[in-house]
């Protein structure tokens, strides 16, 4: 299995820690823009560099046919996908593939803080193709 580099693992780890951080403040059961909004401070507050709402091309046969929208990109490295379900389907970790493969990247983190532990709500997804 091909491994991401190092940077994009250091920012998962800061990234988790900055998610732990606004689930021990806020816990579960908010919608997903409270902990979207909550994450950006934290990860603002902690330096850690991001964009929010991060467009990207969606590609067919080289042409562009649309957009997709990720959540958060972490350091231009890390694509973080955030979620507030009872539970994680099989389609919300597809989901984080696709965007991997659509942006080449090889790291994203799915995140659900609708646990009551963080940690058994996080997945690391790694592309390997």
Not at 9 to 23: K, P, Q, R, T, Y
Not at 53 to 66: A, E, I, N, S
């Amino acid at each position: 299995m091909i491994e991401p580099d190092e940077r994009a693992d250091e920012l998962a780890h800061a990234v988790i820690g900055a998610s732990i951080e606004v689930h021990r403040r806020l816990g579960p059961g908010h919608l997903e823009s409270v902990y979207e909004n909550a994450l950006a401070i934290e990860m603002e507050l902690r330096k850690i560099p991001f964009e929010r709402q991060r467009p990207f091309d969606l590609l067919y046969r080289d042409q562009p046919v649309g957009e997709g929208r990720m959540d958060f990109l972490a350091g231009g490295l890390l694509v973080i996908e955030l979620k507030a379900v009872d539970t994680l389907a099989p389609i919300h970790k597809v989901q984080v593939l696709s965007y991997l493969k659509a942006t080449g990247l090889q790291l994203g983190l799915l995140i659900n803080f609708n646990v009551p532990v963080l940690r058994e709500g996080i997945q690391r997804i790694v592309n390997t193709q």
